[in-house]
């Protein structure tokens, strides 16, 4: 078995090499979204990374819906995130000193005005600092520079979309995967995802579908980049993610005729030999905190 482990990631690598050449580059959802979530020098240096392989560059309509529909959650989470770690900051205060009256209110040298002077010092600074941070947020709703980018950045690089009878068909077909645990996007099959009905369901694998079609349509090998670690698109070695399920490698070869480079966006950057801060590197790990064999 070992041996079989270690033919298959040499495979692996000589693929990778050769569509390394001329692949098309597609970035899923989660990548182009995390750009949202970057600080800003991150975020600024990637979309330069992405522009330098611009006639390379291709969107699945899946994507590029994904994006649309995510986008506004995501700047919606960002702004929430002070507020509601300012409000824990109150709660914090206000459960220590419920504590306090209920039981060592009449304590002789437990002072409650003494320990309010205290806790202002220490938690107002904390405060202050969040709303500090809230400033700096971009206004995007006078500016989304995110959104701009990737739009120029994708101009007439789009797929299309499935027809209504196409997506029944996915739908159906995707029952039959989930049901037997096939990747990729089974991990999915979860009360929230069922309840936003089947085009988020089956989200993964409509992307999949795309990405197969258009690799066969236009004969092209692929390199995919995603930042979903699930097990639905990654084998796993000791609880780390080690490489692309052989099923998905397997599958895409059989329906297209190419081979199939599946990344992280941390295994791209490594992969494609640039080099970019050591800061936006680190601000990857923060956001993906990457768990790699």
């Known amino acids: 078995m070992k041996k079989l482990l270690k033919e298959q990631k040499k495979d692996w690598n000589a693929i990778s090499d050769k569509v390394w050449q001329d692949g098309v580059i597609v970035f899923d959802t989660n990548v182009l979204l995390n750009l949202y979530r970057y600080n800003e020098e991150a975020r600024d240096e990637l979309i330069g990374l992405m522009k330098s392989y611009k006639d390379r560059l291709w969107m699945p309509y ?3 819906l994904e994006f649309l529909d995510n986008c506004e959650a995501v700047k919606i989470w960002l702004h929430k995130g002070y507020k509601d770690l300012s409000a824990q900051v109150d709660e914090c205060k206000k459960s220590f000193f419920k504590f306090y009256d209920s039981h060592y209110s009449k304590h002789k040298h437990i002072h409650r005005d003494e320990l309010e002077e205290l806790f202002d010092k220490q938690l107002n600074p904390i405060k202050e600092k969040l709303s500090e941070w809230e400033r700096a947020e971009p206004d995007y709703k006078k500016k989304d520079l995110v959104k701009e980018k990737i739009l120029t950045l994708y101009d007439k690089r789009v797929g299309n979309d499935y027809n209504f009878d196409e997506l029944l068909e996915i739908y159906a077909k995707g029952r039959i995967r989930y049901d037997n645990k096939i990747p990729p996007g089974y991990k999915d099959d979860t009360p929230d995802k069922k309840d936003m009905g089947a085009r988020h369901l089956f989200g993964d694998l409509i992307v999949w579908m795309q990405i ?13 980049v995603g930042d979903d670690l699930k097990e639905d698109w990654w084998e796993k070695e000791k609880g780390k993610i080690s490489q692309p399920r052989r099923e998905l490698l397997d599958e895409f070869k059989y329906r ?6 599946i990344h992280t966006q941390k295994g791209f950057i490594e992969a494609s030999k640039k080099k970019l801060n050591e800061n936006t590197m680190k601000e990857m790990d923060r956001v993906m905190n990457y768990d790699i064999a």
Not at 212 to 224: L, R, V
């Open 62 to 64: 899946q994507v590029g």
């Open 256 to 261: 297209t005729g190419r081979e199939i480079v």
């Open 212 to 224: 197969m079609d258009y690799a066969k349509a236009e004969n092209k090998d692929i390199i995919f």
